[in-house]
């Protein structure tokens, strides 16, 4: 089973704060992936990567932005947080199987 | 394009009684079928997987799920359910390789009563 860890867990937040979801990965995965989940709603693929220096945008346009500088760190931005981007984040992580593994989640709301 | 079917938006079944989860797709090619399973507050944990060979597979916490290609759907059943499997299950379908993502489904949310 992978190690996938997301931090902070819970988040609260101004409007126009600039934020950064950690999401960082033990298992050497080389794809990574960020998905946007309103509760008890489907998951919404927003960006993913193939390797280090390696983005893309996802199914689901989004504000926020991602970086790949090393293979176990997947941090995504938001510069300017807004009420509309209160939402839970996931990150998930696959090797060379195709299986994701999760992280717990950040479950983040901008006031 | 890929894509899959949950019917079933919000199943309510009573502790001990037999379940049934139901799972459809649209795949080209020979589909790698995954359960997940999320508690509330929580990410996802996968529960069973199928690619090939037998078409009931065995996965985590007593599930299990069987492969249908003719009707192209992979349910997830489980014997008798506890109070402790009230969660949000997601079905999903991609490749075994290469850089394909996973297409999720819409999600079942189970609730289970005394």
């Known amino acids: 089973e992978a190690d996938i860890y997301q931090t902070p867990r819970y988040l609260v937040i101004g409007t126009g704060k600039k934020i950064t979801l950690e999401c960082s990965q033990t298992?050497?995965?080389?794809?990574m992936y960020w998905y946007q989940q309103d509760p008890g709603m489907e998951l919404h693929l927003i960006h993913y990567s193939y390797g280090v220096n390696s983005t893309e945008k996802g199914d689901l346009s989004s504000e926020s932005t991602v970086s790949r500088i090393r293979t176990e760190h997947f941090p995504l931005t938001l510069e300017s947080a807004r009420p509309s981007h209160t939402s839970q984040y996931l990150c998930a992580s696959s090797g060379q199987g195709n299986i994701q593994y999760f992280g717990a989640g950040t479950r983040l709301s901008v006031l | 394009a890929q894509s899959v079917t949950q019917p079933d938006i919000h199943i309510t079944v009573s502790e001990g009684a037999s379940l049934e989860l139901r799972c459809n797709y649209s795949y080209g090619a020979t589909p790698y079928l995954f359960w997940y399973v999320q508690s509330p507050g929580q990410g996802l944990q996968l529960l069973l997987k199928?690619?090939?060979?037998?078409?009931l597979v065995q996965g985590i916490k007593g599930f299990e799920a069987e492969f249908k290609r003719s009707q192209s759907s992979f349910n997830l059943r489980k014997p008798s359910v506890h109070w402790s499997d009230a969660a949000e299950y997601f079905c999903?379908?991609?490749?075994?390789?290469?850089?394909?993502?996973?297409?999720f489904g819409t999600g079942t949310r189970l609730t289970i009563i005394p």
């Open positions: 199928y690619f090939s060979g037998d078409t």
């Open positions: 999903a379908v991609g490749a075994s390789f290469g850089n394909e993502k996973l297409t």
């Open positions: 298992m050497g995965h080389d794809k």
